[in-house]
C-alpha cells in the first residue's frame, strides 16, 4: 500500500536537479564505492600481504645471509619477497575483477549508461585500484623487510639497512611492481570481459610464461627477460630470473606492456557494444 | 510544456554481424503520457532501449533524447533513466551500494539514494547482497536505478517481468504518476494486456520494423471484432435464417456459432421469427492480445520462416 503510494510524493519535487554533470572526480568516487564494498576487494588484499610477508617470515628462518662483493645486500631483500610470485596472482586477479566482475553481473551496462562518454569510467578503474594496490603493497614490502630483517639478524646475519645500495629500490620495486601487474589484470579484464579469460590470460603471462619460456628452441627463449614478470622483475631482483636489463629499463618494459594494453581496452570499451 | 522531453529515433538499424536486429526503426516518444513499446520477442524492442541508452552504436540513423545525442549529455542521469533488465546490478553489492555508485558519477547524495530504496520498496534489504534478490526484487533496484536522477525521460525494458501483482500495480502508478508530471515514459512489454492497463499511446514493432504508431484506444477500436457467439440446439437452421450478403456464421461443430456482419439485435429479432430457440447471445469483441498477435502475425511468420 505504501509502496504504491509513494512515487507520486517522492517524484514531485520541484526545484533543482538532483543529478549534476559527469566528471572524473564523480566517476572516481563511484569507482571507490564499487571497489571498497566488495568483499573480494579485501580478501585479496588480505591474502597478497599475507603472502609477501609470511614467504618473507619463512625464508628469513633459513641461513644467515652474509653480505659480501658477491653477496649484496639487496639480494638478500629480493630474496624475502619471494611471496610476490604467488601474491601477483591474486592481485592480478583483483585487478582481472574489476571489469570482469561488472561484465560477468550485468552490471556494467549501468556504469556505462551513466556514463556514456565510458573512458572515465575505465581512468577511475584504473585509479582506484592503483591507488588501493599502490599504498597496501608498499607496507606489505615494507613490513615484510623489517619482519625479514629483523629474523635474520637474530639469527647473526649481516644487518642490512634500507640505505644499503639498491634496498630501497627494491622494496619500493616490489610494490611498484605489483601495482603495475594490477592494472595489466584490470585490462585483461577489460579486454576478454569473462573472468575466466581473464585470470587465465593473466597467470599464463605472469607466470607460466617465465618458466615455460626459457625452455623453449633458442629464438623463443630469447624473449625470456622481455617477459612483463621478467623485465618488471628486474625492478624488485626477482630471485629465479637473470636480469638483463637495467632495474628501471626493466620497470619500463613492463610498464609499456600494461600501457599497450590500457590502450587497447580503451579502445575496445569506447569502439564495442557493451 | 516543457519543451522538447522527447525520445525521437529516425531510421535506426543495427546489426549484429549479419543478423538484423533492428531495420530502419523511425518513431518519437512524447512526454506526458506512456508510451508502450510492443512488439513479440525478438522484435528489436531491447536492442532499440540499448541503442538509446548509448549502450550499442547503430549500424545507420540516430536517435535522440530530449534533442540531444545522449552520450553527449553533460548530466546524463538527469535526461535518461534506464532498466534494461534486472540484473544488471553488481551481486556482490549491497542494493545501496549499487545505487550509491551510479549516484556518485552524478553528485548524486545518499539521502536521493534512500529515497529510491524507499520508493522502490526495498528498505529491508537494502544493506544485504543484492546475488540474493529474486527477480521482482533485482527489477525494483532496476526500477529505483532508473529514477536516481529524477530523469525528464525514463525508459523501462519489460519492467513488469517477474514482479507480482503487487508489483505490476506499483510499476503502473509509478509509470502513471511520472508521465502526470510530464516526464517522457517509454515502457517495453510483449503482453499486450499489460500495456492496454498502463500506455496512452504504443508504438508496435515486429521484425525490428515499425508496425504500427498509435494509441492504446485507436488500436483498441479497430481491434474491435463485431463478432457474436450464439448458442442454439438448431444450429444449422439458424445459420440458413442468418445467411446473406455480408454475413459470415461459423461452426466448431458443438452448439455455438460465431457470426459476424450483423448485431446480437439481428440475430436475436431472426431467431424469434424463426421460431429457433436461442440459449445465449454473447457480443464478442477480440481480446485485445489477439488483435496485437494479428497486427505483429506477419512479422512472427516471417521471422520463424527465415530461422528454419
Known amino acids: ?274 | 510544456m516543457r519543451g522538447r522531453i522527447v525520445i525521437e529515433i529516425d531510421g535506426l538499424t543495427k546489426r549484429y554481424g549479419d543478423k538484423t536486429a533492428v531495420d530502419g526503426l523511425s518513431f518519437v516518444v512524447e512526454p506526458g503520457v506512456v508510451t508502450g513499446f510492443l512488439g513479440p520477442n525478438g522484435a528489436g524492442k531491447s536492442t532499440t532501449m540499448r541503442v538509446i541508452a548509448g549502450l550499442d552504436r547503430p549500424t545507420s540513423g540516430t536517435v535522440r533524447v530530449n534533442g540531444k545525442h545522449y552520450p553527449d549529455c553533460p548530466a546524463p542521469m538527469g535526461e535518461l533513466g534506464i532498466l534494461l533488465d534486472a540484473r544488471s546490478v553488481h551481486r556482490g553489492l549491497s542494493a545501496r551500494n549499487n545505487l550509491l555508485a551510479l549516484a556518485r558519477t552524478a553528485g548524486i547524495g545518499r539521502r536521493r539514494v534512500d529515497e529510491v530504496i524507499e520508493l522502490a520498496g526495498l528498505a529491508e534489504v537494502a544493506g544485504a547482497r543484492s546475488g540474493g534478490f529474486s527477480l521482482g526484487m533485482g527489477q525494483r533496484l532496476g526500477v529505483a536505478a532508473a529514477l536516481l536522477g529524477q530523469p525528464q525521460t525514463v525508459v523501462l525494458d519489460e519492467p513488469v517481468n517477474g514482479l507480482d501483482p503487487d508489483g505490476v500495480r506499483w510499476i503502473r502508478l509509478l509509470l502513471r504518476s511520472l508521465a502526470d508530471e510530464g516526464r517522457t515514459v517509454f515502457v517495453s512489454s510483449h503482453l499486450m494486456s499489460e500495456m492496454a492497463q498502463t500506455a496512452t499511446r504504443l508504438v508496435i514493432v515486429g521484425r525490428g520494423k515499425l508496425i504500427a504508431e498509435t494509441s492504446v484506444e485507436d488500436f483498441i477500436g479497430r481491434a474491435a471484432v463485431d463478432d457474436v457467439l450464439v448458442r442454439t440446439p438448431e444450429a444449422s437452421g439458424l445459420s440458413q435464417v442468418l445467411a446473406g450478403p455480408g454475413v459470415t456464421v461459423t461452426s466448431d461443430g458443438t452448439d455455438v456459432l460465431r457470426v459476424s456482419g450483423v448485431t446480437a439485435e439481428q440475430i436475436g429479432t431472426a431467431a424469434w421469427r424463426a421460431h429457433v430457440p436461442v440459449f445465449e447471445l454473447t457480443p464478442a469483441r477480440a481480446s485485445l492480445e489477439e488483435a496485437f498477435m494479428q497486427v505483429t502475425q506477419d512479422s512472427v511468420e516471417y521471422h520463424a520462416g527465415a530461422a528454419r
Open chain 1, 1 to 274: 500500500m505504501n509502496a504504491a503510494l509513494a512515487p507520486a510524493r517522492a517524484q514531485a519535487r520541484p526545484g533543482p536537479a538532483v543529478a549534476g554533470p559527469v566528471s572524473q572526480v564523480r566517476v572516481v568516487r563511484s569507482e571507490w564505492v564499487k571497489l571498497r564494498a566488495l568483499r573480494s576487494t579485501w580478501s585479496c588484499m588480505l591474502i597478497a600481504v599475507l603472502l609477501i610477508v609470511g614467504v618473507g617470515a619463512v625464508f628469513a628462518g633459513g641461513e644467515p645471509y652474509r653480505v659480501s662483493a658477491s653477496h649484496p645486500a639487496a639480494y638478500a631483500v629480493s630474496v624475502s619477497l619471494y611471496g610476490i610470485l604467488v601474491a601477483q596472482l591474486v592481485i592480478g586477479a583483483l585487478g582481472v575483477l574489476v571489469f570482469s566482475g561488472e561484465y560477468g553481473t550485468g552490471m556494467i551496462r549501468a556504469s556505462l549508461a551513466v556514463v556514456p562518454s565510458r573512458l572515465p569510467v575505465l581512468w577511475a578503474k584504473l585509479i582506484v585500484l592503483a591507488g588501493l594496490v599502490l599504498p597496501v603493497t608498499l607496507l606489505a614490502a615494507f613490513a615484510d623487510f623489517f619482519v625479514a630483517t629483523a629474523i635474520q639478524s637474530a639469527r647473526g646475519a649481516s644487518a642490512i639497512s634500507l640505505a644499503d645500495p639498491g634496498v630501497l629500490r627494491t622494496v619500493l620495486g616490489a610494490s611498484l611492481y605489483l601495482s603495475v601487474a594490477a592494472v595489466i589484470g584490470l585490462a585483461l579484464g577489460a579486454l576478454l570481459r569473462k573472468t575466466a579469460a581473464g585470470l587465465s590470460a593473466f597467470a599464463a603471462v605472469f607466470f607460466v610464461g617465465p618458466i615455460v619460456v626459457p625452455h623453449l628452441p633458442h629464438a623463443v627463449a630469447g624473449i625470456a627477460p622481455y617477459l612483463p614478470s621478467s623485465a618488471g622483475g628486474a625492478l624488485w631482483g626477482q630471485p629465479l630470473a637473470a636480469h638483463p636489463l637495467s632495474p628501471w629499463t626493466g620497470f619500463a618494459v613492463l610498464c609499456g606492456y600494461a600501457v599497450v594494453l590500457i590502450g587497447l581496452a580503451a579502445w575496445r570499451l569506447r569502439r564495442r557494444d557493451a
